[in-house]
């Protein structure tokens, strides 16, 4: 089955500063890769989705990349805000969802 | 707008008795998802229903978890014996299909064995 590995797995940043945080995946099958936000106590909302036919994606300051040949893709957060702080979640589907094991990102005021 | 409905929010159970938790997925949702995310980790997939059929059920400890989704609408997961162990929250997921789209998570259910 697929195996998702997230990183970093902590991550501080000044307030207006940029964010990035990657994952890799093993099933090549895999053609759908979204990122999900999660805040305390509540479930995980998707934030932005790819699929293998794109290689980038961009809504306002979040911007998704998919590197097919190397398996990997990222998230990037730009001129971060003290309302970014949560947990981030990427995760693959070839049919069944696996998601890594998130990235606690903590942006300072 | 539409969401995934799960209750209960909490649930303390002793050790060896049984638990249930109940989703009702967005309307029209055929797929499914149960996860158990224990605190600090990702979320891990316990079972995948597409309608009422089990289409992957490969990481769920059938010894002492069941999940049903008898009409292929709302889902029911059960957990007996509880064990200390099982202290996760238990989140339900709904999508339109098995791939490619995004699933809508619920608040889920924390679960506490003591």
């Known amino acids: 089955g697929e195996n998702v590995e997230q990183h970093p797995s902590t991550l501080s940043v000044q307030e207006g500063d940029s964010a990035v945080i990657k994952c890799t995946y093993s099933?090549?099958?895999?053609?759908?890769f979204p990122w999900y936000k999660q805040e305390l106590g509540k479930g995980p909302q998707l934030i932005i989705d790819?699929?293998?036919?794109?290689g980038e994606k961009k809504d306002q300051r979040i911007a998704v990349t998919l590197n097919k040949t190397a398996k990997h893709f990222s998230l990037h957060i730009t001129e971060t805000q003290p309302e970014d702080s949560a947990v981030y979640f990427c995760?693959?589907?070839?049919?069944?969802?696996?998601f890594g094991a998130g990235t606690r990102l903590t942006v300072k005021p | 707008e539409a969401e995934v409905a799960q209750s209960p929010r909490y649930k303390i159970t002793e050790k060896s008795q049984a638990v249930a938790f109940w989703c009702d997925p967005i309307?029209?949702?055929?797929?499914l998802y149960w996860y158990r995310q224990i605190l600090g980790q990702g979320p891990e997939l316990l079972v995948q229903?597409?309608?009422?059929?089990?289409?992957?059920d490969s990481q769920l400890p059938k010894d002492r978890f069941s999940a049903e989704r008898l009409k292929g609408v709302d889902s029911t997961l059960k957990i007996q014996p509880a064990e200390l162990g099982d202290s996760a929250m238990y989140l339900c997921?709904?999508?339109?299909?098995?791939?490619?789209?995004?699933?809508?998570f619920g608040q889920g259910t924390r679960l506490t064995v003591v």
């Open positions: 997921a709904s999508s339109t299909s098995d791939s490619n789209t995004e699933a809508f």
């Open positions: 099933d090549s099958a895999s053609n759908y």
């Open positions: 790819i699929r293998s036919n794109v």
């Open positions: 995760a693959a589907s070839p049919g069944d969802m696996r």
């Open positions: 309307s029209g949702h055929a797929t």
């Open positions: 229903f597409q309608d009422e059929s089990v289409v992957d």
